[in-house]
């Protein structure tokens, strides 16, 4: 159904420009037709009427010679040595008429003016070898469209808009929804998994938070902070699947009108991020104004944007090591900085980061899990809020996010 | 929460309503968890238990709604994804009736759940999957938040520090603090634990001066350090950003 108002716009004008083009090429073709079988009709009634009662009168007088004929249409004669007529009252020669029978006598040639659809236009006929007379050419005026033709245009032209609309219909746009029909059930369905993961995963992640805080077998200790690890990535996997399926459904979370205060989710995402960093042994710290930084974006998404590039300092970061988050204002514009002392993205792929489905052959290298999914929703929820996203490198080493916007 | 509409009173923590024990030990804070799913009921239940406090277990919206108004707790866990009675259902119940703050557990994370449950009464609001501690930290900081105003006269190690008369002891002798040190000591523990840039210290410490550098205050800072003596460990460097006043535990007072 999302389909057929944005398609339909489409193939209405699909449809008419079908029917505009087909109609005129249709009586283009029509004309070409018809001249041919004139023409073939023609020749040799041209030719019998010439010999038998005009060949001698314009023989005769070649400089007075002309026969008035239906339709305000005058037949003059013209010498093929010159191409022009002893009477000064002909028009000239149409050439290209005469390109196709200037080869012999007994040849007709018949063509319109230019291409204009009105009627009107010229008859080139070869009468003989040589001398003034062996070419006789009948003009006939430009003659305005009949009423009934002018009638059937527009007609026509409906008729084969509606023609092309029904036909785009059903062959286009009726399959085309029913893919996008699967696909919407499909991505829905996949934003329900998503959300149906996280009971199971928050009783896991229970369930290992406290085996882990409890256990004081080292080998098992591993086992157990590994499998958490995992929970953790798990539950950010499953948060980023579902947004990336509300935005594939056309969600944006910079116009829905919700705001959000930055320097809140900042602190949240940073006091949540430092369970995980504790037990890496990372030290997560934020730096952020006083008052509330609002800016026009959904706090959920902001929230998980910003949690992915936190999430992501932590997850590659090494023990001992520090992630600082700092907000700042100025001038009716934020600028969020996340920087880490971690190993940092080589230059070449600095650039790659952020874009879906993109790993750093590094950080598949360390980790395999990961899929790239978390960034590329940061990097789009920035694009649909306005938001410039960066990354750079940190000296001497690190990765260096940055996030600027406007903000209330 | 900044989807916490402001019309919507904070509910007053309870703890502050029980009566201290006959020994003088601190209150036990007695908790009530809603949660039907068993596995996730079980982690919630221990943990809590095991970070000191009482804890009630309903697995039902019915049986829950009707021991949040009958029952006395210093604070409610609801999860919102419950069989038959649902976690709206009970927080539109007990409305306006319910004695403790509620806060909502759920894997439900869009906006307008968040919104729907502030709207209902909601003290807080926690995503799952989550981390226990995390849950600890948000219970404690609920019961906490109706504390005193802080303190203007801030003591800790041998410092003295009085920030109205914006003066300063150390070992009980006046120490002479330059104006740009005393306003960045004055900012940092006005914002204890948290980590303020220098970038911010420039700009609210040195406002005065022509060229506020950020590089500049690490000079203050150091000469701020040593005069406070053995309360300078209190300034902590954060790696990236700039300082954070936090006292150890043992020497704040």
């Known amino acids: 159904m999302r389909l057929r108002r944005p398609l339909a716009k489409r193939v209405i004008l699909a449809a008419v420009l079908c029917g505009i083009v087909g109609f005129v090429s249709s009586r283009f073709a029509w004309r070409a037709v018809t001249w041919a079988a004139i023409v073939r009709f023609h020749e040799p009634l041209a030719d019998y009427t010439w010999e038998a009662h005009e060949k001698m009168r314009c023989e005769a007088s070649p400089a007075t010679w002309s026969i008035p004929l239906a339709h305000g249409a005058h037949a003059y004669a013209y010498d093929p040595a010159t191409l022009s007529s002893l009477n000064p009252e002909a028009p000239p020669l149409r050439r290209d008429l005469w390109a196709q029978v200037e080869r012999g006598p007994a040849r007709v040639a018949i063509g319109a003016r230019g291409l204009s659809l009105a009627s009107g236009g010229a008859l080139v006929h070869r009468t003989g070898d040589a001398g003034p007379c062996a070419v006789v050419q009948t003009v006939w005026p430009e003659q305005p469209l009949q009423a009934d033709v002018l009638a059937w245009f527009p007609m026509g032209i409906l008729f084969a808009a509606a023609a092309a609309a029904g036909l785009g219909f059903f062959l286009i746009v009726r399959p085309l929804e029913r ?230 | 929460m900044e989807a916490r509409p402001s019309h919507i009173p904070r509910v007053a923590p309870a703890g502050k309503l029980r009566a201290e024990t006959m020994s003088g030990e601190p209150p036990r804070v007695r908790l009530l968890v809603v949660e039907d799913d068993a596995s996730t009921a079980a982690g919630i239940v221990r943990g809590l238990k095991a970070a000191g406090f009482d804890v009630d277990l309903s697995t039902d919206g019915g049986d829950a709604a009707r021991r949040v108004v009958s029952e006395r707790h210093d604070l409610v866990v609801l999860d919102l994804n419950l069989p038959g009675m649902g976690g709206f259902d ?164």
Not at chain 1, 276 to 301: E, L, M, N, S, Y
Not at chain 2, 174 to 189: Q, R, S
């Open chain 2, 90 to 253: 009970v927080l539109e119940t007990v409305r306006h009736r319910a004695r403790c703050p509620i806060l909502v557990l759920t894997a439900r994370t869009d906006l307008p759940d968040r919104l729907r449950a502030f709207e209902l009464g909601a003290a807080d609001y926690l995503a799952k999957p989550f981390w226990i501690e995390e849950l600890v930290a948000r219970i404690r900081s609920r019961l906490r938040m109706a504390e005193e105003a802080p303190k203007r006269v801030v003591r800790w190690a041998c410092v003295m520090l009085d920030l109205d008369a914006r003066t300063a002891e150390v070992e009980g002798k006046p120490v002479t603090l330059t104006p740009t040190e005393i306003a960045i000591l004055t900012f940092l523990v006005e914002r204890r634990g948290r980590a303020i840039s220098r970038s911010v210290l420039a700009e609210q410490a040195l406002a005065s001066l022509d060229d506020p550098d950020a590089r500049t205050v690490d000079s203050h800072v150091a000469r701020l350090r040593r005069k406070l003596g053995s309360g300078a460990g209190a300034i902590v460097t954060v790696w990236g950003i700039g300082y954070r006043f936090e006292p150890s535990p043992g020497e704040s007072a």
């Open chain 1, 179 to 408: 893919v996008e029909r699967h696909r919407q059930e499909l991505q829905r369905h996949l934003g329900d998994v998503a959300h149906d993961l996280k009971t199971p995963i928050a009783s896991l992640h229970l369930a290992l938070e406290q085996a882990v805080d409890g256990n004081r077998d080292a080998e098992v200790g591993a086992l157990l902070s590994r499998a958490l690890g995992d929970t953790v990535y798990l539950a950010a996997l499953t948060s980023n699947l579902r947004m990336a399926s509300e935005m594939r459904e056309g969600w944006n979370p910079g116009t829905t009108g919700a705001q959000a205060d930055l320097g809140e989710i900042v602190e949240r995402v940073v006091d949540r991020a430092r369970f995980f960093a504790k037990r890496r042994g990372i030290d997560v710290q934020c730096a952020r104004p006083d008052g509330p930084t609002k800016v026009d974006c959904d706090p959920v998404a902001a929230e998980q944007a910003l949690s992915n590039v936190v999430q992501n300092a932590v997850t590659y970061g090494e023990s001992g090591g520090h992630v600082a988050v700092v907000l700042e204002r100025r001038d009716g514009r934020f600028s969020l900085v996340v920087s880490d002392d971690g190993p940092g993205v080589p230059p070449s792929e600095i650039p790659r980061l952020g874009e879906r489905t993109f790993r750093s052959d590094e950080a598949r290298q360390r980790d395999p899990r990961g899929s790239g999914l978390g960034l590329a929703i940061t990097s789009e929820v920035c694009t649909r809020c306005g938001w410039a996203l960066s990354f750079g490198r940190e000296e001497p080493r690190g990765l260096r996010v940055s996030i600027t916007g406007a903000c209330r």
